[in-house]
């Protein structure tokens, strides 16, 4: 079945540092893929996505390039803030049975420091 | 811009009891998603609905049921609670295109506590 793998947190970096969450999945087809990020006390906001091979996706500064000979999308910043500490979700959706379920990674904890 | 909503907040239920939780879905998205994401876990997906019919179902418990109403919105109905069904609900909504659905926006969420 579908699944995604995470690099495993908790991630502690200081400011304007460079950021890489790994993310791999394993999927039948040809799936959608998807960062979301949930800040403490919240749900979750979709940060990013990509829908088919070699498309990047990118939202406030954040980049994933969805890497079909690799199966990943890893997640990049070039310099983080504070306001970045989250936990940051690695997802996929595939067409299973004619729903798009979103299948999630284990979730990865970031601290950003000043 | 609107958002999901879910309504209640917070709710606190004893063992036994039952539950209803609420969801209320972007206006035109014609799909909704429920997800249950225990303390420092990853969500895990449910159920769904497409135009009022049930289109998928996931780990959802047999004590569990849900429905989406003719105005789309979503109630997730939990019976003889259980200890373990503390957790945090998502809802969340989408607009087929087709017949895919590329983006799922999340509400934020229903904390359920079982005493």
């Known amino acids: 079945g ?87 979700f690695c997802a996929l959706s595939g067409r299973v049975q004619g729903a798009q379920k979103l299948v999630f990674g284990q979730g990865t904890r970031l601290t950003i420091n000043p | 811009a609107a958002g999901v909503i879910q309504s209640p907040r917070h709710l606190i ?14 206006p035109r998205h014609d799909t909704v998603y429920w997800y249950q994401q225990g303390p420092g876990q990853d969500p895990q997906f449910l159920i769904s609905f497409y135009e009022k019919m049930q289109s998928d179902k996931g780990s959802i418990p047999d004590r569990f049921s849900a429905q989406q109403f003719s105005d789309y919105h979503s109630e997730l109905n ?9 957790a945090l609900y998502f809802c969340a909504s989408g607009r087929a295109s087709g017949s895919v659905v590329y983006e799922q926006y999340f509400g934020p969420g229903t904390r359920l506590t079982v005493t």
Request: proline share 4%.
């Open chain 1, 2 to 88: 579908n699944s995604v793998t995470q690099m495993e947190g908790p991630v502690t970096l200081s400011e304007e540092a460079f950021l890489t969450i790994n993310c791999t999945y394993t999927a039948t087809g040809y799936p959608s893929l998807f960062w979301y990020v949930q800040y403490p006390g919240e749900g979750l906001q979709l940060l990013l996505k990509a829908t088919k091979a070699d498309d990047k996706g990118s939202n406030k500064g954040f980049e994933a390039t969805y890497r079909k000979e690799t199966t990943s999308f890893h997640l990049e910043k070039g310099s983080v803030q504070v306001s970045d500490s989250a936990v940051y």
């Open chain 2, 13 to 26: 239920k004893e063992k036994r009891e039952t539950a209803t939780l609420k969801c209320y879905p972007i």
């Open chain 2, 78 to 86: 939990m019976s003889s609670l259980e200890l373990g069904d503390s």
